[in-house]
């Protein structure tokens, strides 16, 4: 399939699964650490249409729903490549989200049959619908015809975390599922030489896109881990022959304050590390550059978007510290509280319109509405300003921001500020109601073992960097913050986990 630059992919995964099994069909195009063999193009092809023909057989419809509770691995591949093979849509079920939002998932999604790995079965069992059922091989004679299959139909549901209410079904076509996987590769330059390091689940828009996807559309390919592990990470770098790996900034973090560093042959051959899903701060990126001699981009990306809408360049380009970038594959924009953009150095919402937008929200077209403008921008929901050289600079959630006094205060300058003492693995600022000033500031961290930095310490870098107002009144010392299926510290929880 041809792909430059300026052009998103156009066409669908099973044609540019079928061209890659045709040209490149006997190189590895997905590895693992567990055993199990590689994947060729040509194997996973074969697998994926075999599996295709299952569920055509079955008597799904053209679009219908197939479920996936699986872990990371070959199983959890060739299933999410079998659906979309077959023109139905992959529902990727977040395993970590808990037995009611998994269950609101799976009747929600209508869907009639689910592939269930091993270790989620009682899970299944437990949640499902009564009329959905596991997946088994049909029998049959004679191979069925598979749906005929266009880029603008239905490829993925996936939902949202659901921090302010009922998790939102995320559909996203052929075509902005494979722009998901272009616009890493347009950013990153990624080639058919180019091997990522899959740690973050594939059942989050981060996993499947960014690493998965983006496989597909360079041509590269992906070694795949179960999960993330401080412990196994450089040596996966080393044994699967990485050049690059995408990653979330409490990852970075965790990889920053273990005393295992890469060999000197797995540093020369990474090409990049890659930041998502939430802002890295300086502090910590600046620290593992410099311990570890690996560049990292910070990048931005939502669900809503097939994951990356901004990106820094790679090296030698400019990188901003602090800056997720700027735009590759679509238009981002800063908008007013009018819903019209507005110039460089003004504060508003992020808000984004490209190939890698999402359709709609699963059976509500009223939250749907609400997020595109008339004129087709995706609302983000973040906070921040565009400089005069097109990078974006994050402040904050417009759902996340402390207002105390009446004065508007973005967690993430606490985080920052907090992040800026080495002990500081997690850092989150969070809003507590207050009769005062309505809301005051508190946080919570993680720290390295052993680190004898009090709280009062902590509040005192606070407010030497931000001054009193804007610091928190107490900073409370967690064994663990509170993390969704990609890592991204939930702050939303902290106020009952602080109590």
Not at 165 to 189: E, I, Q, Y
Not at 303 to 309: L, P
Request: charge should be neutral; charged fraction near 20%.
């Amino acid at each position: 399939m041809s792909m430059d630059d300026q052009t998103p992919p156009g066409g669908t995964i099973r044609s540019w699964l079928d061209e890659r099994a045709s040209t490149i069909g006997d190189r590895d195009a997905y590895l693992f650490f567990d055993g199990e063999a590689a994947l060729t193009w040509s194997a996973l092809r074969n697998r994926a249409r075999k599996l295709a023909e299952n569920l055509t057989a079955q008597g799904l419809d053209k679009g219908a729903s197939v479920a996936i509770l699986q872990p990371n691995g070959r199983e959890a591949i060739e299933c999410l490549y079998g659906v979309l093979y077959g023109g139905f849509r992959a529902t990727v079920i977040n395993l970590v989200a808990g037995d009611e939002a998994i269950g609101y998932a799976l009747g929600h999604c209508d869907a009639r049959i689910a592939f269930v790995g091993d270790a989620q079965t009682d899970l299944f069992d437990r949640v499902r619908p009564k009329e959905m059922t596991r997946y088994s091989a049909a029998r049959f004679d004679k191979a069925p015809d598979l749906h005929a299959l266009g880029p603008d139909d239905d490829a993925l549901l996936m939902y949202t975390s659901g921090t302010t209410g009922r998790p939102k079904g995320v559909v996203h076509s052929h075509v902005s599922l494979l722009a998901g996987g272009w616009t890493p590769t347009v950013a990153h330059k990624l080639t058919p030489a180019d091997r990522g390091l899959c740690v973050l689940p594939i059942y989050h828009i981060n996993g499947l896109c960014v690493t998965v996807l983006s496989a597909l559309v360079s041509g590269g390919s992906l070694a795949v881990a179960e999960k993330f592990s401080t412990r196994k990470f450089w040596d996966q770098c080393q044994s699967a022959k990485a050049t690059w790996f995408s990653v979330v900034p409490t990852i970075i973090s965790h990889l920053l304050h273990s005393e295992l560093t890469p060999a000197h042959e797995t540093r020369a051959r990474l090409r990049f590390g890659r930041s998502a899903s939430s802002p890295l701060a300086p502090d910590v990126q600046t620290a593992f550059e410099t311990r570890f001699e690996v560049p990292i981009v910070e990048t931005m990306g939502l669900t809503e978007t097939a994951a990356q809408i901004l990106s820094n360049p790679l090296p030698p380009g400019i990188r901003k510290i602090g800056s997720p970038g700027k735009a590759y594959g679509n238009e981002a924009c800063i908008l007013s509280a009018d819903l019209t953009p507005l110039p460089p150095n003004t504060k508003g919402e992020i808000a984004v319109r490209g190939p890698n937008v999402m359709r709609e929200y699963l059976k509500n077209p009223d939250a749907t509405r609400a997020t595109f403008t008339p004129d087709g921008w995706l609302r983000t929901g973040d906070l921040g300003h565009m400089d005069e050289d097109g990078y974006f600079f994050v402040t904050g959630r417009l759902k996340e921001l402390i207002i105390k006094g009446g004065e508007n205060i973005a967690p993430r300058e606490i985080d920052e500020a907090l992040y800026s003492h080495p002990d500081v693995i997690e850092a989150a600022a969070f809003a507590r109601p207050c009769k005062t000033y309505g809301e005051r500031v508190e946080a919570a961290v993680k720290l390295r073992t052993g680190s004898s930095v009090s709280s009062d310490q902590l509040i005192a870098i606070c407010v030497q960097r931000l001054g009193a107002f804007k610091s928190p009144d107490r900073v409370h010392v967690l064994q663990d913050l509170p993390k969704g299926p990609s890592g991204k510290i939930q702050r939303i929880k902290l106020p009952v986990l602080t109590q």
